[in-house]
């Protein structure tokens, strides 16, 4: 368990803007910058070159009426961009911790909920609505707009378009689109920008057929991958994404692309 803080804790070199409120249990780590107007609220632990820009209020009691006001934390790992009026809360007895990890851009009026836990590098886009106990893993793109059901996942270098309705956990490597939200590909832009060769996104290309290009249930589709397509990484990665799916996955799409 975190420490609970007698005094703010604020590391060298942090800017700390006009009327911005921090409360005693908060640690903040050097060289970030703090706009106007920000609440850093109890329980809040910041790493080192964080950003977070007018209006964000950081620490907040979940919104959850399970809460009985348990000691929580949320804990904001380093070099992170949060924009104007994000609002990310602290967590609840189920996991005790709300955690932003390193990297991440949040831009404007996102909301992050009780409990979740967002990975390294993820793009969260403005206005997403995050419920409580939602996983997002490393280097994930969620779109303006999108709402995300609480305990969904969503997968490792996944992009989810804008105006998206997240009720079903969403593999990783791919775009997901439409409405209701279905695969719509694998996404080759951001797994070519990442480092990925022709080769490795082939192949999760060729596991994605298996998956939702030919008409089979999951099981099917899993059972063929395993026996079908040589072990891998991404392989590994998208077959156990699919066995700890706790809301199913999302569908292929099913219409006329």
Known sequence: MVDRLQHAQIGKNVYIG?????????????NCWIGNNVNILNGTRIGNNCEIHAGAVL?????????QGEYTTLEIGDNNCIRESVTINRGTHSKGKTVLGNGNMVMANAHIGHDCQIGNHCIIGFSVGMAGEVVVDDWANISGLTGIHQFSRIGKHCMISGLSRVVKDVPPFIIAARE???YAG????????????????????DIYRFLFDEKRNVSQA??????ELPTSEERNEVLNFIQYATRG???GYQGIY
Request: proline share 4%; charged share 30%; no cysteine.
């Open 222 to 227: 899993v059972e063929q991958i395993e026996q």
């Open 18 to 30: 006009n009327f911005t409120t921090i409360e005693e249990d908060v640690l903040i780590g050097d």
């Open 249 to 251: 996955i999302i569908k």
């Open 59 to 67: 620490g907040g009691n979940p919104q959850d009426l399970k809460y």
């Open 180 to 182: 209701p939200l279905a």
């Open 186 to 205: 694998v996404n080759r832009v951001g797994l070519k920008r990442r480092g990925f060769s022709t080769q490795k996104i082939e192949a999760i290309q």
